[in-house]
């Protein structure tokens, strides 16, 4: 089976960091994927990761452990427009599992 | 980059109709698409893998004669409701692979379809 974990809910200050972890447990693996989703909308793709190590790009940041099955994202210099739910999602035998995302509260 | 349409956007309908969602690859051709279901407050949930020529692969739990998939063409795939019941009433998104099978990163989602089944 596919167990996806993240939390619920995060509160960050615009300007601020904010790191959302993921943890994953999964009978395969060939890639850990970032999306971001407002309300109502489809996610958009923002950043993955097949290797361990960091992936950068701009304000965005992924990190994963394959040994440890951990990711997270890094949220630089917040913006209220970051106010979104985050989802984790292993990429697996051609299919993605979502985890349960987390949303995010930038406040002023 | 590369674009995947849904229609309707919205819909509603009554309690024992069918209703169908369309996705479309709109510059790109995808001998696979993919369909999940989004409760309120929860996460995309895959519900099935749809192959242009051949039946579609559903996952554990979703009915395949209540949930019709065809993939008629490189470019289109259906989704049909059939006999729709108020707990059908989600969030249905569609997504499509734009490069070679297996690149997970040209994955794109369609913009959702919100079905509600009074």
């Known amino acids: 089976g596919q167990n996806i974990d993240q939390p619920t809910e995060m509160t960050a200050t615009e300007g601020a960091i904010v790191q959302i972890n993921c943890t994953y447990q999964?009978?395969?693996?060939?890639?850990l994927f970032w999306y971001q989703q407002h309300a109502g909308e489809a996610p958009t793709f923002l950043s993955y990761?097949?290797?361990?190590g960091l992936e950068e790009k701009g304000r965005f940041s992924s990190f994963l452990s394959r040994s440890k099955g951990y990711s997270y994202l890094l949220l630089k210099e917040l913006q209220m427009k970051d106010s979104a739910s985050y989802l984790c999602?292993?990429?697996?035998?051609?299919?993605?599992?979502f985890g349960s995302g987390t949303k995010l509260n930038v406040k002023p | 980059g590369a674009v995947v349409s849904q229609h309707p956007s919205r819909v509603i309908c009554k309690s024992g109709t069918s209703v169908k969602i369309e996705c479309r690859s709109l510059?790109?051709?995808?001998?696979?698409m993919f369909w999940y279901r989004q409760f309120p407050k929860q996460s995309l949930m895959l519900m099935a893998t749809?192959?242009?020529?051949?039946?579609?692969?559903?996952e554990q739990g979703v009915e395949k004669d209540k949930f019709l998939i065809n993939h008629a063409s490189l470019t289109l795939s259906t989704l049909t409701v059939t006999s729709a019941h108020p707990e059908d009433s989600s969030f249905y998104i569609c997504?499509?692979?734009?490069?070679?099978?297996?690149?997970?990163?040209?994955?794109?989602f369609g913009p959702g379809t919100r079905l509600t089944v009074l």
């Open positions: 749809s192959n242009e020529g051949s039946k579609a692969t559903y």
């Open positions: 510059d790109f051709q995808a001998t696979t």
């Open positions: 999602a292993v990429y697996n035998f051609n299919k993605f599992y």
């Open positions: 990761n097949v290797l361990d």
């Open positions: 997504s499509a692979n734009a490069g070679l099978a297996g690149r997970a990163d040209t994955q794109y």
């Open positions: 999964t009978s395969g693996f060939n890639g």
